[in-house]
């Protein structure tokens, strides 16, 4: 396995524990919510409960990593501790935007997926189509890092980014 692999992977399972430790306190402070509130989680339809994932969970840690990437440090918390940054062709805002939407974009469309499946089935061509979208990409962003030579997947290429070591 190259170096960068090795490099790119302990940087993802770093920011994978740092969105972990969000989402459990987001459902720490939901539960509470729905519990003084709602006194329950409230009935919701499929539409506000896709809402719900999405701006709750999704849209804020893309903002996160948009921000944390277009930063002068041009590096999320798992990149930094392990001497990675991104750099950018354009305009740092513009592509971390982009580039993170597209990254998290299969998370989103797992979230499509299974509330999509709880209300309506798993075996409905949208949960399917969802479902297998996102599992693709995933696999799709693991191989292009892992084969091509500058380690620059579907969302690099699209932002005009790239994953560097840190230059000292």
Known sequence: ???RLVQRLKALFLDWLLIS?????LAVCATAVYSVLFDGVPEMTVLQAQLVAA???VVPVI???SVMESSTERASWGKRRVGLEVKYNGSPIRGSIIRNVLKFLPWQLGHMSTI???YTG???????????LSVFLTAGYVLMVSIRRDGRHLPDLL???RVTRIES
């Open 1 to 3: 396995m190259n170096v």
């Open 21 to 25: 430790a969000y989402l459990v306190l």
């Open 55 to 57: 701006l709750t969970s």
């Open 63 to 65: 903002i996160i990593f």
């Open 116 to 118: 999509h499946g709880i």
């Open 122 to 132: 798993f075996d409905t061509p949208f949960a399917i189509i969802c479902l297998t």
């Open 159 to 161: 932002a005009g980014s």
